[in-house]
Nanobody
């Protein structure tokens, strides 16, 4: 089972920053590409950023490009999302997952199932 434990969410003002963490539980993160997903209120969950295994290339959706940075520390089994210049539309529950990736990472889950996520609220 590919389980993650997300943390680091909170309430932040527009223009502020947050750093989310995602700890792999019971498996070796370094073997997998990984991604962050977001579920905004009333919307479907969507992939927003992914990174290939062995610190390979990262991808971002247009809405977060230039503001968010994904990174990984395989020695610690942890995935990160640095969120800068946050906007109200970044509000939502953030999840991470292992995803498929060969030449490029994808948002296709290796295995279905989600952690508890971490809530991010951007509000003045």
């Amino acid at each position: 089972q590919l389980r993650f434990v997300e943390s680091g969410g909170g309430t932040v003002q527009p223009g502020g920053s947050l750093r989310l963490s995602c700890a792999a539980s019971g498996f070796t993160l370094g073997y997998y590409a990984a991604a962050w997903f977001r579920q905004a209120p009333g919307k479907d969950r969507e992939g927003i950023s992914c990174i290939n295994a062995r610190d390979g290339p990262a991808r971002y959706v247009e809405s977060v490009q230039g503001r968010f940075t994904i990174s990984r520390d395989d020695a610690k089994g942890t995935l990160y999302l640095q969120m800068n210049d946050v906007k109200p539309e970044d509000t939502g529950v953030y999840y991470c997952a292992a995803v498929y990736g060969i030449d490029a990472c994808t948002f296709r889950l290796v295995k279905e199932g989600w952690g508890q996520g971490t809530q991010v609220t951007v509000s003045s």
